[in-house]
């Protein structure tokens, strides 16, 4: 599967944003989706995750409340809206999808987005 991230740009604090990732080239409700962003200096670090029917798995408690996951089969997408925006949250945001149980870690994850930029002005 091949996987195109977009809907990045720059915001205020507090401000919101939604990022898309749509997929080509493979059985897109096949994969758990997964959602991670690499602020500069620092590691990947996982932010959410979505089954393959619908349902939201794991949230980074850093965006539990402020961030949702979802999905459309039909479109071949996936979401992340992103409410109450933080300066914290400013990273490169990347989708990631795998076969099989959801994860945490970025390794598990077979096929990645090429990621999208989100600046949070304070």
């Known amino acids: 599967v091949q996987l195109q991230a977009s809907g990045g740009g720059l915001v205020q604090a507090g401000g919101s944003l939604r990022l898309s990732c749509a997929a080509s080239?493979?059985?897109?409700?096949?994969?758990?989706m997964g959602w991670f962003r690499q602020a500069p200096g620092k590691e990947r670090e996982f932010v959410a995750s979505?089954?393959?029917?619908?349902?939201?798995?794991y949230y980074a408690t850093s965006v539990k409340g402020r961030f949702t996951i979802s999905r459309d089969n039909a479109k071949n997408t996936v979401y992340l809206q992103m409410n109450s925006l933080k300066p914290e949250d400013t990273a490169v945001y990347y989708c990631?999808?795998?076969?099989?149980?959801?994860?945490?870690?970025?390794?598990?994850?077979?096929?990645w987005g090429q990621g999208t930029l989100v600046t949070v002005s304070s």
């Open positions: 990631a999808a795998r076969r099989g149980y959801s994860s945490y870690f970025a390794e598990d994850y077979d096929y």
């Open positions: 080239r493979g059985t897109f409700s096949s994969y758990v």
């Open positions: 979505i089954n393959e029917y619908g349902t939201p798995l």
